[in-house]
């Protein structure tokens, strides 16, 4: 038998691969990577071919004030068009936080005191300083006979006044004709924590005593709210759980997230999903750090400095400054969803079916068509 080895034997097979690929023409290469361009905007960033898609409404269908207002706004009955270059739920997320001019403006700011010694910073922007130039103090010598209708603008998590989305909302409305005032949560704002009371998903309190506050100043003013992401969970379980007996005389919830406990589950399902996760992890951690001698205090700070999750951070910080059993008890308790049934104002609730954070499947359709307002 022949054992003899040959220099051909020796050869690499690492080097055989090599020289095979160096035969497949470099057109097939750039082809490939191509698609794997389009795979990854697609799956990933889930950027799709922008088509106008019919705006779907839900309410209850024996309402007349419903119908009466369905009727009248044509835009309710069009098509949603996404922007061509932004025809991604993410890259729209994005786009105004990274790219957006905010408007130039600056806010007139009040503190007030809340009973437990709690400070909220409400950041004001008149009607006239946006249109006539005029600067006009917020509490003038009688504010009880302006009957300019007020909008209550209520944050998302670790949002404050100063975020673009917000000054972009705040200078529409104050363009529109409205008096806007953006209630800062707890610790947001550039304002220290002064209790030991901070603002969590289902903290109702310091938006009805704001409310209350700002009827006081100005009882002959319509008052609405706007509330975004969490700001409008908090809006809508503290109209449901106020009825018929809150000052406002409507409002409107932008993104609610409705269920914290499938939003939850919704944001560890996917690797884009779980990105998100992560930032909001830092931007909680972050706005620990800026209380660092309260929130030392109250809570777990060496859970929250390991916290990899809005969950975790929850578990370690939130559900245990707000006194609850379980991270479960506290996103059950705090959702917004099981609320909507009792509210007994107009409420215009707006949420995007591919939003990649709140997910459509918390939004409750059934409950929306129960009430009766």
């Known amino acids: 038998m022949n054992c003899a080895i040959t220099e051909d034997d020796l050869i690499s097979p690492y080097l055989i691969i090599f020289k095979s690929l160096l035969l497949i023409p470099i057109s097939h ?9 389009l795979l990854f905007l697609y799956f990933f960033l889930e950027i799709h071919f922008p088509k106008a898609d019919p705006i779907s409404l839900t309410f209850n269908p024996n309402s007349d004030f ?3 207002i369905v009727s009248k706004c044509r835009l309710l009955h069009g098509r949603y068009f996404p922007t061509f270059w932004l025809s991604s739920p993410h890259l729209q997320t994005a786009f105004l936080t990274l790219f957006g001019k905010s408007p130039p403006f600056s806010y007139k700011r009040i503190l007030y005191q809340a009973t437990d010694g709690g400070t909220i910073a409400l950041d004001w922007l ?3 300083d946006v249109v006539e130039g005029i600067s006009q103090v917020v509490n003038a010598s009688n504010p009880g006979t302006d009957r300019t209708p007020i909008a209550i603008i209520v944050p ?3 949002s404050d006044s100063s975020a673009a989305y917000i000054k972009h909302i705040a200078f529409r409305l104050a363009k529109e004709g409205w008096n806007v005032v953006v209630q800062n949560h707890r610790g947001l704002g550039g304002i220290s924590l002064t209790s ?9 309190e310091d938006l009805r005593k704001v409310i209350a506050h700002i009827h006081s100043q100005f009882p002959e003013a319509p008052l609405f709210a706007v509330g975004t992401s969490i700001g409008a969970n908090v809006l809508v379980k503290y109209l449901g759980e106020d009825g018929p007996n809150t000052p406002l005389i409507g409002a409107t919830a ?8 499938i939003c939850d589950r919704f944001i560890n399902r996917k690797l884009v999903q779980k990105v998100y996760d992560r930032m909001l992890t830092i931007g909680l951690q972050g706005y620990a750090q800026l209380h660092h001698s309260i929130i030392s205090r109250i809570a777990d700070w060496e859970g929250i400095k390991k916290s990899r999750s809005v969950r975790e951070f929850d578990n370690y910080a939130t559900r245990l400054v707000a006194k609850f059993e379980t991270t479960d008890t506290y996103y059950r308790r705090s959702s917004s969803s099981q609320y909507v049934e009792n509210v007994a104002v107009p409420l215009l609730c707006i949420s995007a079916l591919d939003d990649p954070v709140c997910t459509r499947e918390a939004i409750p359709w059934d409950e929306c068509r129960a009430n009766k307002t």
């Open 29 to 37: 290469y750039l082809i490939f990577f191509f698609l794997t361009i």
């Open 66 to 68: 419903c119908k009466f």
């Open 126 to 128: 008149m009607h006239s």
């Open 156 to 158: 998302g998590l670790t």
């Open 196 to 204: 030991d009371c901070v603002y969590t998903a289902g903290w109702t």
């Open 254 to 261: 932008v993104c609610s997230p409705w269920d914290l406990l």
